[in-house]
């Protein structure tokens, strides 16, 4: 280690450990951004996820414009914004500026959504009702992208690891990083420059990959009919088939072979070259592969793997959001006690249904877009104008249409269930239905509402003079927030 | 620290919020009732319910948003006692708890301007010194200062800094020492107050607006008949010298300090063909030959240029108040001009000339029988006494500054042997 | 476009005199004809505008007509029956729908699962950013990586990028960059000057199997429904 370590001179040991030397370098922007290709777009649109390292500074050297870097920021901008927070693209550039803008979108974005105490699943099939069985993207399971050097390596089929492979589902697909790109993804110009780059200049590397294979298929053959003809001569007593062994012959009849099986050259290629499974579970696809399968050949289909019909993430399947793994935890509140649901999160309406697009509504959460779900809820209405909307479950305000008298635009609160992070870097948050029970507790914690302290003012009145029944909020058999409907029993044989 | 907050912020909160009924408000803060405190079968609270509806009991966490029924009576104000005592109770908890520490603060470096003792890496590396420009706009001549490329920028060496900043200290204090006329330019925005402190500190001139073009190659025109004042080496004014200071020609810097070269090549120009040194922060892209003594550094960050004005600005005034040192010991670090000199001769030569004249015409007199000149020889031997006396030791200020206030102003000091 | 006769709608009224009555009045500008007119679902359009109206469910003759007519007029009938009730809520429905396009029109951004936003993206000025044209920075030539030059003998993608009467497509119908654009209409000169593709139609398999052969206005119809 020593060699490797240089003698360095103070200041140069002191400018490695320096802030402006951390500071990473930034990744590349959010993949497959159609949105160059229109001609409506904003180029200070908040992209989907910060590329840029954020910089904040105190107020003391805020105020005199001092960030750290070349030279102080302008004052102008700087000082009047809320959050003090930049990122700076370029240190200096030959305009003699420093290019900053205001980095509070990402970061306030990130305070929010751990505010919401969310966990990253991994990405499964929703079923109709929109329970999906979630697993965190932490489980050690799913959690690793190096598979063992073996694993990679050619399996023989018919072997006893390839039939394990095959009950226990590939534990190989389960990983969310391969070395090759998600081909479901790529456009054809991306595909033909893959082609170009990486695939063309590895033939020969391909061609000694299938002399191993092709060596192990035969070992496998030669020693699964010894053991059928002779029971008593061990396998391994024989040394295996080399791949050096393998003829130009044997290697053009197994090319041929494999030409006219393409799933299994497929799966050959996709092994070599590490790509991201493609699902070939979708029902367009699934009969041409099957016209294509030999009968009584075993094949490990990449069906199992949760990033098959999505494509794996660009980033670890967490997005370093969220470090939480499950949601499994209780919340207690200072007078109800603990809560069925975990707290609403009061969310804004950003698109309603029926706008120009006619699609369906957007629900923005922590500063997430978010799609209604897909199942049959509350969301799902699509009276145009909540009636009595008070006390009724049907008809959220300014979800169907866009109501300009409402201040700061239309909010609703929303059960937020999971997220998980698609192949374009964009996080995926799913709602499930709103639990009005849940809403009210919130809104109640947060000020909106007064549902403990008018009962309270209630209950304070002189019995007589008890108002009807026609102004009393929520006095119906279905009570929200009372004992009874948070499982303490009806202790005080009155409800409010 | 985390002991003493604590102890601040539940007495500010037990005294803010007092209590009424407290047993009841806690009971419904805590966990162990059944959650509905109305809906309970405490007789109690029950009877408290039913007998006092004209004062219902809230609970503190609704407090906010219940809206009284009926008005509660009045009060007694007790913030200002709260406020003394939440005060008394800072003043006792004041040694508690651990010491925070001091780290920075933008506006240390004019309270407490570093000196040339203070320069280190750390010091340089935290004012921004080693940040260079666009690696694509640089100045090859500054290869020798320049560590590598981090962020698309050049890095300064900040070795390289410090010993230049500290040899430009060094020049700074001998030229004070030895009484010359040391000008500090920025005339960048925000440097203003730079270069007034390191002036100020080093009892120097400054300038924060622009170069005047041929203030010194063409001074005649430019700052004619300015106020202009000969000190002592003791920095006291001399009279005597009107008739000099009639005639004379501006002064000219012995040292000028820049900050910003890039924007000055003109005064630099203007100091090279008047044979004047100079100093200057050189970044990455400034040519470094344009000025005497150059400081590789960030000319940008106003951080940077502060540490370095008030370096230099310390310097100079260590050179000072060494030369005054030696001045109250009897020693006198600095020459008389040559033009001071001569004018002096003059005057002494017609000084004796004056005598001469008053003597032989007193001979002619006293030869005539007058007896009337003699008050007026007195007087004028008098006069040369005391003139001869201010010539002992006699230095000249010359202060030559335009008529505009916002122009440069110039502050020199001659010198004269024993 | 011409005029839209209500066949469909006359024939499946089982009075089979409203059709006649309704084409009586279609023009008819009398109070009495309207009533008339009013009776009868004409088209769809209008069959919608007399959703709510009392006097098509009736279904009388010309005076109980003009008399709903009066009584449609008054706001106390309007607003105090059911069925007033009813037209009062679908027409501010209608009006608070044409509110919202209208404001929607003005923020056209199609937000998508997953984008951020953040307070300036739902800002006035980020808003009229999207309203507003620019030109495209990439386009699908360089996104799929098609090279149009050597694809003029592929009639389907000529056909794509000229008009139905064989003009080239200008560049604002099919975004492309002026780069591509030019490549696009070399392309096509190429196809039409080789004889691959037909130069004032698209090609004839395409136009067989897209099956729109019903003729515009504008187009001529041979004998026997053909092009001509």
Known sequence: ?496 | MIIREFGVRQGRKALAAPLRRGQQCMRALSTETSGTPVATADPAVEAALQTSPENPTVPSLFARTAKPTRRRPVAPDTTKADWETAQQLRHNLRNVGAQVEHRYSPSDVFRNPPGPKDVTLELLMASQAHMGHHASVWNPANARYIYGIRQGIHIISLEQTAAHLRRAARVVEEVAYHGGLILFVGTRPGQTQIVTQAARLAKACHLFTKWTPGTITNSDKILPGLPVEIVNEHDQPVGGFNQHLMDRRALVPDLVVCLNPLENFTMLRECSQANVPTIGIVDTNTEPTWVTYAIPANDDSLRCLAVIGSVLGRAGEAGQKRRMEDAKNGKVTWDTPSEIKQFMDIQQKRAQWTKRAAEEEAATKDKSGGLNGKPSSGSATKDSEVFDESMQKLQMEVDAATADDVSPQLRKMSRRTD | MPPRIPFLSAFKQPASTSFFRSQACQFSQQAPLQAIRQNVPSSPASSMLNLNDSSSKRGGNATEGVSDLFENFTAKRRTQTPEGERRVQVLGDLKGKNVSEDYMRQMPRRWREGELYAPHDLSEVEAAKWRKMTSVQRDLVDLLGLRPLDMYSNFSVVSEYMTPHGRIRKRMQTGLTPKNQRKIAKMVRRSVALGIHPSVHRHPELLMRSGHMTPQQSQAVGKWGHFV
């Not at chain 1, 060596?215 to 030669?222: I, S």
């Not at chain 1, 012959?249 to 799966?267: A, K, W």
């Not at chain 1, 009372?482 to 499982?487: E, M, R, T, V």
Request: hydrophobic share 35%; with cysteine; charged share 25%.
């Open chain 1, 1 to 496: 280690m020593a060699s490797t370590q240089r003698a360095v001179s103070p200041g140069a040991a002191l400018l490695r450990s320096s802030r402006l030397f951390s500071m990473p370098a930034p990744i590349a922007p959010p993949p497959g951004d159609m949105s160059q290709a229109t001609k409506h777009k904003s180029e200070t649109a908040t992209a989907a996820f910060p590329t840029h390292l954020t910089v904040t500074t105190p107020s003391t050297s805020r105020m005199v414009g001092d960030w750290g870097f070349k030279r102080p920021l302008p004052l102008k901008t700087t000082t009047k914004s809320t959050f003090p927070l930049v990122r700076v693209k370029k240190v200096d550039s030959i305009e003699h500026v420093t290019d900053f803008q205001s980095a509070s979108d990402h970061t306030i974005t990130l305070e929010k959504f751990r505010e919401m105490n969310l966990s990253f699943s991994v990405p499964a099939p929703k079923d109709r009702q929109g329970n999906p069985t979630l697993i965190s993207v932490f489980e050690e399971s799913r959690d690793f992208t190096t598979p063992a050097p073996s694993n990679l390596l050619a399996t023989p089929k018919g072997s006893a690891s390839a039939r394990a492979i095959k009950n226990d589902g590939d534990p190989l697909s389960l990983r969310w990083k391969f070395r090759g790109p998600w081909l479901a993804g790529m456009t054809d110009g991306e595909f033909d420059r893959y082609i170009a780059k990486s695939v063309r200049a590895r033939r020969s590397e391909f061609r000694q990959f299938l002399r191993e294979r092709l060596a192990a298929e035969k070992t496998a053959d030669r020693n699964s009919s010894i053991s059928e003809q002779d029971a008593s001569t061990p396998a391994h007593a024989i040394p295996p088939v080399k791949a050096d062994s393998i003829t130009e012959e044997e290697l053009l009849e197994y090319t041929r072979g494999l030409r006219g099986d393409r799933h299994e050259l497929f799966n050959l290629v996709s092994r070599f070259l590490d790509l991201a499974p493609v699902s070939n579970a979708d029902s367009h696809l699934a009969p041409n592969m099957l016209g294509h399968m030999i009968p009584d050949k075993a094949y490990d289909l990449y069906r199992d793997s949760p990033y098959a019909s999505e494509g794996p993430p660009i980033t670890h399947p967490s997005a370093g959001l969220s470090y939480l793994r499950t949601q499994a935890f209780m919340e207690n509140h200072p007078i109800y006690g603990p809560q069925k649901s975990h707290a609403s999160v009061k969310a804004r309406i950003v698109t309603p249904r029926f706008g120009v697009t006619n699609q369906n509504p957007k629900i923005g959460v922590g500063g997430f877009i978010a799609n209604i779900p897909s199942h049959e809820t509350q969301f799902s209405s699509k009276r145009r104008h909540a009636v009595s909307a008070v006390g009724s479950n049907d008809g959220i305000p300014g979800l169907n249409d866009f109501d300009p008298s409402q201040e700061g635009g239309a909010k609703v609160y929303v059960q937020v269930q999971t997220a998980n992070v698609d192949a374009t870097g964009k996080v995926q948050i799913r709602l499930s239905d709103r639990d009005l029970e849940t809403d009210i507790v919130q809104k109640e914690l947060v000020g909106e509402c007064d549902t403990f302290g008018g009962a309270v003012k209630e209950a304070a009145q002189p019995k007589p003079r008890s108002q009807p029944s026609g102004e009393r909020r929520y006095t119906s058999n279905r009570t929200f927030g009372s004992a009874p409907n948070y499982g303490l029993g009806n202790l005080g044989g009155r409800d409010f």
